[in-house]
């Protein structure tokens, strides 16, 4: 799949809350480390996964479901396998009413529910980070790679 610039930065300019389904409470994993830097690039990422539920990470309460987040959210980030995604993507079709887009992570993708969410006008990304998109429209990817560790609080 391929996705233009134009597209994916009107998404990241577009959104303002963020659920992120699957995130770890371990800092050396791809979820923790991408909710926590949208988080620091101003988003409001709200963690999801049920089996931390009540416990916090960078600040927020971890909420079991989709369902459990007050208030919408503009973004679904899925961090999960790509057979939880029709699950996932209901969910939040249901949740969120004015839902703008669900990002499945980079090896996620589900090609049925992503028609399923875009029949209801949601923008679907699959395969894809939005940390990594957000670097690499933003000039913050090196050349040696990814620009995953210390983040500078003057950005």
Not at 48 to 56: A, K, Q, R
Not at 97 to 125: D, Y
Not at 132 to 146: A, C, N, S, T, V
Request: aromatic share 8%; glycine share 10%; charged share 25%.
């Amino acid at each position: 799949m391929t996705y233009s610039d134009t597209l994916l930065r009107d998404i990241l300019a577009r959104t303002r809350r963020i659920a992120v389904v699957g995130v770890s409470l371990n800092p050396v994993r791809p979820s923790y480390y991408v909710a926590r830097y949208l988080g620091l690039r101003g988003y409001d990422v709200i963690p999801v996964n049920p089996l931390h539920e009540g416990e916090t990470v960078f600040g927020r309460r971890v909420r079991g479901s989709l369902s459990a987040i007050e208030g919408g959210v503009d973004m679904v980030d899925i961090f999960r396998r790509s057979e939880a995604v029709p699950e996932i993507v209901d969910e939040a079709l249901a949740a969120f009413p004015g839902l703008q887009t669900i990002w499945m992570q980079i090896g996620v993708e589900h090609a049925e529910a992503a028609a399923k969410a875009e029949a209801r006008g949601v923008t679907v990304i699959q395969n894809r980070c939005p940390k990594i998109e957000y670097q690499r429209l933003h000039g913050e990817l090196r050349m040696g790679g990814f620009a995953t560790g210390r983040i500078s609080s003057k950005l």
